[in-house]
Nanobody, 124 residues
Framework: QVQLKQSGGGLVQAGGSLRLSCTASGRTFSSYTVGWFRQAPGKEREFAAE????????DYADSVKGRFTISRDDAKNTVHLQMNSLKPEDTAVYYC????WGAGGAIPARYDSWGQGTQVTVSS
């Protein structure tokens, strides 16, 4: 099973940018669909973005489409989530998740492994 370690995040003003990273150990990402989810206080975990195992297809929640970009660096076995034009409503703990083969989509239970989470706070 792949282990995921997250980095990045922090505090940024509205309109700013942050990049989150999710690095795999134990397996390479070439076999995994990777998703990013987020959870705000008092809310359920929600889907943000997905990159399929082959790295050829992406999907985004409507709330982040056009502002967030998910990408993979195979040389570093890392998946990034570039977040631009951040809004206060993007404030949440962000999690990366991996699913061996197939699509994970917006359903957290479909994913096999999870990162530790990282806080993103966007001030107005």
């Amino acid at each position: 099973q792949v282990q995921l370690k997250q980095s990045g995040g922090g505090l940024v003003q509205a309109g700013g940018s942050l990049r989150l990273s999710c690095t795999a150990s134990g397996r390479t990402f070439s076999s995994y669909t990777v998703g990013w989810f987020r959870q705000a206080p008092g809310k359920e975990r929600e889907f943000a973005a997905e990159l399929n195992w082959s790295g050829t297809s992406t999907d985004y929640a409507d709330s982040v489409k056009g502002r967030f970009t998910i990408s993979r660096d195979d040389a570093k076995n890392t998946v990034h989530l570039q977040m631009n034009s951040l809004k206060p409503e993007d404030t949440a703990v962000y999690y990366c998740a991996a699913k061996l083969w197939g699509a994970g989509g917006a359903i957290p239970a479909r994913y096999d492994s999870w990162g530790q989470g990282t806080q993103v706070t966007v001030s107005s």
